[in-house]
């Protein structure tokens, strides 16, 4: 899933907390976390870097995988959400692929293990 939030304060101001922010979002204690990395940054006029982060993560279903994205992004932000635009953030879920088709059997472009 990739979530994106606007940092506010532009490139110094983000430059100033990103070792810290990252190294927090690597560090996510939550089991269902398996990867959580900062995806890309993007200048968006003198006051904001939007802050794009990619997770994946175990869940039974997208509610609680953005919950457990949202919980990752507040651990690593920690005291600092003011210099986060909250309300201007974004995510994008994007379940595993199925391995096998609505019958039950592998979709045509995987082969068959009997043959």
């Given at each position: 899933m990739r979530l994106t939030v606007p940092r506010r304060g532009g490139w110094r101001a983000w430059g100033a907390v990103r070792t810290e922010f990252e190294h927090a979002l690597a560090g996510a204690v939550d089991p269902a976390i398996a990867t959580a990395e900062i995806a890309s940054e993007l200048r968006r006029g003198a006051d904001y870097v939007w802050v794009t982060i990619t997770l994946?993560?175990?869940?039974?279903?997208?509610?609680?995988?953005?919950?457990?994205?949202?919980d990752a992004f507040g651990s690593a932000a920690r005291d600092d959400t003011a210099g986060w635009e909250v309300t201007a953030a974004a995510a994008e879920v994007q379940p595993e692929l199925l391995l096998t088709g609505a019958s039950g059997s592998p979709p045509a472009s995987v082969p068959s293990p009997a043959g």
């Open positions: 994946t993560v175990a869940a039974a279903d997208v509610a609680d995988a953005l919950a457990l994205a949202w």
